[in-house]
């Protein structure tokens, strides 16, 4: 292969911009443009970059560049919360979106600099030791500082069946398969014709399988009947007295409609008053609710502190179970030494005051009467594997209540929507999801979306609640057998190239 590394800062910025541009077209296969076959052929450009520099840290500036273009459009709606106040807050919004995108494309860039060091520039296994190094550095994404797995470029497969794998492996080794056939798609278009043709053909195999792994069951005639009640507040509006009032008759409005329910489900802080002193708030809901139990996302505070929670009421409109949101958004809904940055007027968006929210104790399983054991989640912890497996026990749904006012209209809500259809699928658990402003939506125990409410849309909608299935692999294993994986995936081949190398080995 000749040499073709940029000569000059002319020749860094140029394959930098190009690396920019893949990565953003990588970003295509993310919701709600789901474009994976372009996805994997981007990843394949991003991996032909990598695969001609000669050195790691030549590899760094590419996966760098590109992680930056990727992540560039693939979290643009991280601007969207520092325009609902853009007197206060609009100057933020580029600032958020830089630093993001170059912060999580570091990520890339150790990954690809690692895998560089690990097998030089041609040799055998580069591809595998590349995709796996990408692997882990989202691993790693997914967890250091709290962690933010958001867009990772398996997420590229939600719509497709290749979601069913994700109650095997998770959502890494997704990640494995679209960088994995990117690579091949490059070696195959470079002439690498064997290597590059028997990968795409294993890539075909396992999409082929996916429906083998087998679909939920359905809801039976005896399921429960939830509804979701979607308001949708703009977020602007949600705290202004102008406009509260009109935004919670029109909840109660919903909660009152129709044949009663045998659950009702309002999002995230649906409760206009803190929970300490809506006592006759409640009872108002409780009436409208009929006898059947509500679940209302509400504020609490004790002394000083605030809690973001989430509220059952039984049938007897009495307080049966609140969980505190445990995993808060960081610079969202707390800010590290809160106190002293407010002195100087900085504040979480969403916080109320000082330090803003406080963590809740961790997951929990709250039993719902009539209904069965649920795995509560807020919000940001939809996100997040661990949030529904460290759960204490194994419940028979999730329970997602959020306001996604604050990710815009655009590509936000629906990305937030993806990863709670893929939290489905790897507990084999429906779940019950209440949004603000959208997207409401029952899914079932293979990630698979059986009713909803479209985004931007005011109203209710009755859905059947579906059974679980049996604990899945996924359930049972989690991470680490994934990760064990990719760590031989990555180790096996560098040493390989390095018994078989001498000069790797005196380097």
């Known amino acids: 292969m000749p040499d073709t590394a940029p000569r000059g800062w002319r020749g860094r910025a140029g394959l930098a911009g190009l690396a920019f541009a893949l990565g953003a077209v990588a970003a295509l296969g993310q919701a709600p443009w789901s474009l994976w076959p372009l996805s994997l052929i981007a990843f394949a450009g991003l ?12 590899a760094a500036w590419t996966g760098l560049a590109g992680g930056a273009g990727y992540f560039a459009l693939a ?22 979106l830089l630093f993001s995108a170059v912060g999580f494309a570091l990520f890339w860039a150790g990954a690809q600099a690692v895998s560089r060091a690990l097998v030089a520039r041609g040799g055998r296994g580069a591809a595998l030791v590349w995709a796996a190094a990408m692997t882990l550095g989202e691993a790693l994404r997914g967890r250091i500082f709290t962690g933010f797995p958001w867009a990772q470029p398996g997420h590229g497969w939600i719509d497709t069946p290749m979601l069913a794998w994700a109650s095997v492996g998770g959502a890494l080794p997704l ?3 679209a960088l994995g056939a990117g690579a091949a798609l490059w070696h195959l278009a470079a002439g690498a014709r064997p290597l590059g043709a028997a990968t795409l053909a294993l890539i075909a195999a396992l999409y082929a399988a996916a429906p083998l792994l087998g679909q939920a069951p359905g809801a039976g005639p005896d399921a429960p009947t939830v509804r979701l009640v979607q308001p949708n507040v703009p977020q602007a509006q949600k705290w202004d007295p102008a406009y509260m009032d009109f935004h919670f008759d029109r909840q109660m409005g919903y909660t009152a409609a129709g ?16 929970l300490n002193r809506a006592g006759p708030v409640l009872e108002d809901v409780a009436r409208a ?25 039984d049938g007897q409109g009495r307080q049966a179970a609140l969980y505190d949101k445990h995993h808060l958004v960081p610079f969202g809904e707390y800010i590290p030494f809160g106190d002293l940055a407010a002195r100087f007027g900085i504040r979480g968006l969403a916080q109320q005051d000082g330090q803003g929210y406080s963590p809740g104790p961790g997951p929990q399983i709250m039993d719902i009467e009539g209904i069965g054991r649920a795995v509560p989640l807020i919000c940001y ?5 661990r949030d529904v497996a460290n759960a204490p026990g194994r419940a028979d749904f999730l329970l997602l209540i959020t306001n996604d006012a604050w990710f815009g209209e655009v590509s936000g809500p629906y990305q937030h929507l993806a990863q709670a259809r893929l939290r489905s699928a790897e507990q084999g658990l429906p779940m019950i999801r209440a949004a603000n402003t959208g997207i409401s939506a029952m899914i079932d125990a293979a990630g698979h979306i059986t009713a909803q409410i479209p985004l931007g849309e005011a109203g209710y909608i009755d859905a059947a609640l579906p059974p679980p299935r049996a604990p899945t692999f996924y359930a049972r294993t989690g991470d680490w057998l994934a990760i064990t994986l990719l760590l031989l995936l990555l180790a096996v081949p560098a040493a390989l190239h390095r018994r078989n190398n001498p000069r790797a080995r005196r380097g």
């Open 47 to 58: 991996y032909g970059l990598y695969a001609r520099a000669n050195t790691w840290r030549a």
């Open 75 to 96: 979290l643009s709606w991280i601007v969207e919360p520092f325009l609902i106040d853009v007197a206060r807050h609009g100057w933020m919004a580029p600032f958020a």
């Open 175 to 177: 990640t494995l398969v």
């Open 259 to 274: 044949a009663r329910p045998d659950l009702i489900v309002w999002p995230e802080t649906a409760l206009p008053e803190l």
């Open 289 to 313: 609710a009929r006898g059947a139990p509500i679940v209302l996302g509400v504020q609490r505070a004790e002394g000083a502190r605030y809690f973001n929670s989430l509220l059952v009421m």
């Open 381 to 385: 912890e939809g996100v997040f594997p």
